[in-house]
T-cell receptor, first 116, second 113 residues
Framework: KAGVTQTPRYLIKTRGQQVTLSCSPI?????VSWYQQTPGQGLQFLFE???????NKGNFPGRFSGRQFSNSRSEMNVSTLELGDSALYLC???????????????FGQGTRLTVV | AQSVTQPDIHITVSEGASLELRCNYS??????LFWYVQSPGQGLQLLLK??????LVQGIKGFEAEFKRSQSSFNLRKPSVHWSDAAEYFC???????????FGTGTRLLVSP
């Protein structure tokens, strides 16, 4: 069974640009969450999508947005990039509604975004 | 608000020695608790989880953790550390749901020969 796939693995962008990151969850998983990991702030929750609806949102500015498609794949977008957006962005998928196995989040390898 | 404290930023353990990584949480209700491990440049791998029931939970790679409600702790243990265990370890609490995790700041484990 394929794991969570994030593309691309690495990105370099210039301040002011926008970027889109992609996440393909494990087959059958309907919940996708996004996290930002930085040395200064650690791992912080961005948002979670389930059945194409955002269910939870972290404390990030509106420049950070996301969406989920009918096949559960998710994208997150960051507009007007700032230097401080440089981070490892991690995606996690969960089964949801599948008993005890649904209570686990499986993480992808992340996308390393560097803003210059 | 939910929070997780990992008081040790770095820990160095000799190979073969025992390990205990500390984790304290703050959460009003019965928590969902997790330990994840991250190797450099990689994502997070779940080591073990606690939801209810037996307070001593077994995980992968020989790790275990004990939930102590009275101390709001969920410490991770391993009886004998291997060099391949060197990584960063994160404790997390499910903030109302397990799809929204609040992480501690992590503990970097170094294993000396």
């Amino acid at each position: 069974k394929a794991g969570v796939t994030q593309t691309p693995r690495y990105l370099i962008k210039t301040r002011g640009q926008q970027v889109t990151l992609s996440c393909s969850p494990i087959s059958g998983h309907r919940s996708v969450s996004w996290y930002q990991q930085t040395p200064g702030q650690g791992l912080q929750f961005l948002f979670e999508y389930f059945s194409e609806t955002q269910r939870n949102k972290g404390n990030f500015p509106g420049r950070f947005s996301g969406r989920q498609f009918s096949n559960s794949r998710s994208e997150m977008n960051v507009s007007t990039l700032e230097l401080g957006d440089s981070a490892l962005y991690l995606c996690a998928s969960s089964l949801v509604g599948g008993g005890t196995l649904s209570t686990e989040a499986f993480f992808g390898q992340g996308t390393r975004l560097t803003v210059v | 608000a939910q929070s997780v404290t990992q008081p040790d930023i770095h820990i160095t353990v000799s190979e073969g020695a025992s390990l205990e990584l500390r984790c304290n949480y703050s959460y009003g209700a019965t928590p969902y608790l997790f330990w994840y491990v991250q190797s450099p440049g990689q994502g997070l791998q779940l080591l073990l989880k606690y939801f209810s029931g037996d307070t001593l939970v077994q995980g992968i790679k020989g790790f275990e953790a004990e939930f102590k409600r009275s101390q709001s702790s969920f410490n991770l243990r391993k009886p004998s550390v291997h060099w391949s265990d060197a990584a960063e370890y994160f404790c997390a609490v499910g903030a109302g749901s397990f799809q929204k995790l609040v992480f501690g700041t992590g503990t970097r484990l170094l294993v000396s020969p």
